[in-house]
């Protein structure tokens, strides 16, 4: 069964950087995949803030156009997120799947926690 792995997550301050990382174990079909990453602030429901297809075409949630970039190496079946100057309105655990969801009969894995404090 495929399992999505998400890392890098960590306490920033605002301003800072941070690169997550998702690692999908176990595909063979992960190049042909549109990945997405999405995150969850408390009390607030899940958003997709950034996707790439398997030509690499990016889109990007307005609120985070110009500062997250997402890209992927098909190699290594990786999807990463360059995540920069931070607000606090970034903090939530970060999450990524494929789009539609589960399209690897993956379930969504455990995230990866953003804190942007000062």
């Known amino acids: 069964q495929v399992q999505l792995v998400e890392s890098g997550g960590g306490l920033v301050q605002p301003g800072g950087s941070l690169r997550l990382s998702c690692a999908a174990s176990g595909s063979r079909f992960f190049s042909i995949r549109t990945m997405g990453w999405y995150r969850q602030a408390p009390g607030k429901q899940r958003e997709l803030v950034a996707h790439i297809i398997s030509g690499g075409l990016t889109t990007y949630v307005d609120s985070v156009k110009g500062r997250f970039t997402i890209s992927r190496d098909n190699a290594r079946n990786t999807v990463y997120l360059q995540m920069n100057n931070l607000k606090p309105e970034d903090t939530a655990v970060y999450f990524c799947?494929?789009?539609?969801?589960?399209?690897?009969?993956?379930?969504w894995g455990q995230g990866t926690q953003v804190t942007v404090s000062s």
């Open positions: 799947n494929t789009i539609p969801n589960g399209a690897f009969g993956n379930s």
